[in-house]
């Protein structure tokens, strides 16, 4: 079966830096690979979906990038802000015939100081 | 896009009970989905709900002990059933709509 991982640790950094959150998968080939926010006692909010076929995409201060040679898809939050603080999940199309099954990475845990 | 709202948005429950938890969406949706997020764990997809359907468990997940009902293109209900303490965690409803995936709020469930 597939697995996803994000690292465990959390990522501390400092406001204006960018943070880069890594998403790595095995034994699978992903139609497409999403990005989340969670914040503590909430729901996942979704941030960017990127297809197989898709390099790159970008959305305000967010930049997701998804190398299916590498299996890897990175995440990036530029000029970081302390309300960036949260945990980010990526998560995996489970390939199946719907839209919206999916398979979550335990998630990273972003910390972002004045 | 789409507001999912739950009911309740958490609950006590004592073991071998059961709690039904109510997900509405704001539109008409062809497919809901339940997932499940245990303390400290990633989410887990539990089932996926048609309309006019039986629901499609995930591995590791029974309609016995997470009945579904699905009556309209809305609403769904998820209930957990003879709930132990390993079935603490927060359950989740989430549709797809177009490019983005929606979540509702969750409803905490603690089972002492």
């Known amino acids: 079966s597939q697995k996803i991982e994000q690292n465990s640790e959390a990522l501390n950094i400092q406001e204006g830096k960018t943070a880069t959150l890594t998403c790595n998968y095995t034994?699978?080939?992903?139609?497409?690979l999403q990005w989340y926010r969670q914040d503590p006692g909430r729901g996942p909010v979704f941030l960017l979906l990127i297809r197989e076929n898709e390099k790159e995409k970008r959305k305000e201060r967010l930049k997701v990038t998804f190398d299916t040679t590498l299996k890897q898809s990175l995440f990036h939050i530029t000029a970081s802000q302390p309300a960036d603080s949260a945990t980010y999940l990526c998560?995996?199309?489970?390939?199946?015939?719907?839209?919206?099954?999916?398979?979550f990475g335990a998630g990273t845990q972003v910390v972002v100081t004045p | 896009s789409a507001v999912i709202s739950q009911k309740p948005s958490r609950d006590i429950c004592q073991r071998g009970t059961s709690l039904t938890i109510q997900c509405q969406v704001d539109?008409?949706?062809?497919?809901m989905f339940w997932y499940r997020q245990q303390p400290g764990q990633s989410l887990t997809l539990i089932a996926t709900a048609n309309q006019g359907s039986e629901a499609t468990y995930e591995s590791g997940f029974v309609i016995d002990k997470f009945p579904i009902s699905r009556p309209n293109l809305t609403f769904s209900t998820l209930t957990v059933s003879n709930m132990s303490p390993e079935d603490s965690s927060i359950y989740l409803c989430s549709v797809f709509g177009g490019e983005e995936q929606y979540f509702g709020p969750g409803t905490r469930l603690t089972v002492t």
């Open positions: 998560a995996l199309d489970m390939k199946d015939d719907s839209w919206g099954k999916l398979q």
């Open positions: 034994n699978y080939s992903p139609a497409y």
């Open positions: 539109s008409q949706v062809t497919m």
